[in-house]
């Protein structure tokens, strides 16, 4: 069963403290994403990678930095927490293809910033 | 920037009945999928439509697309309280990559 895996459901932080939120997938996709969903704006993109060691910004990008070193992997870290970062993170991953096909998100990990 | 907007917000009917969605964009696409989410959990694609197609059916799930109006409609043929979920219409706004979703519809079926 194809599976994307976020590496906590739920996370506690202090602001100003540095977050990692990870995202593992086993279906040797090339496309993967950060989104965060609040309630009344949907689902916004915050960052996307394509490849190994690529990253493109998504509309939110402020506050957030990725890194993608391995092709299943893809880390969404918030250098320095603020409350305004409380949300649902989610993870997504797709195969590369002509045009944007089918995403498989991961359960979600719900961060709150106090 | 929302590509997709789903409407209405809420919607709420008895079990049995059918349940119909709709979507509106802006731009040009090359397709648009249609996903839900029970609360609390990940999103789980539906289905998807290229701009090419009109109308698609998956199970009790029938989606159509008129390009010229820029709107699709998912249609759930008779629901189950299971189906109670968000559900969400995204779009690629003709990128290759990236998908952009409406703020989604809450359907509440009732037993």
């Known amino acids: 069963d194809v599976k994307v895996t976020q590496s906590s459901r739920y996370l506690v932080k202090r602001t100003g403290e540095k977050v990692f939120l990870e995202c593992v997938q086993d279906?040797?996709?090339?496309?993967m994403f950060w989104y965060r969903q609040d309630p009344g704006l949907g689902l916004r993109l915050i960052y996307f990678s394509y490849d190994v060691k690529m990253k493109e910004k998504g509309d939110i990008p402020e506050g957030y930095s990725v890194s993608r070193e391995k092709k299943e992997r893809f880390s969404l870290i918030l250098e320095s927490a603020s409350t305004n970062q409380t949300s649902m993170y989610l993870c997504?991953?797709?195969?590369?293809?002509?045009?944007?096909?089918?995403?498989?998100f991961g359960e979600g990990s719900r961060l709150t910033v106090l | 920037s929302q590509q997709g907007e789903e409407d209405p917000q809420a919607l709420s009917i008895q079990e049995g009945e059918n349940a119909t969605m709709n979507c509106s964009y802006k731009?040009?696409?090359?397709?648009l999928q249609w996903y839900r989410q029970n609360s609390g959990r990940g999103l789980v694609h539906l289905i998807l439509i290229r701009s090419n197609e009109r109308e698609k059916h998956s199970g009790r799930l029938r989606v159509t697309l008129d390009t010229s109006k820029k709107s699709s409609s998912l249609l759930i043929t008779a629901s189950r309280a299971a189906d109670t979920a968000s559900y969400f219409c995204?779009?690629?706004?003709?990128?290759?990559?990236?998908?952009?979703f409406g703020k989604g519809t809450l359907l509440t079926v009732n037993p």
């Open positions: 995204a779009t690629d706004g003709g990128s290759n990559y990236k998908l952009t």
């Open positions: 731009t040009s696409i090359n397709n």
């Open positions: 997504a991953s797709s195969s590369q293809g002509r045009h944007t096909g089918e995403l498989f």
């Open positions: 279906m040797d996709h090339e496309n």
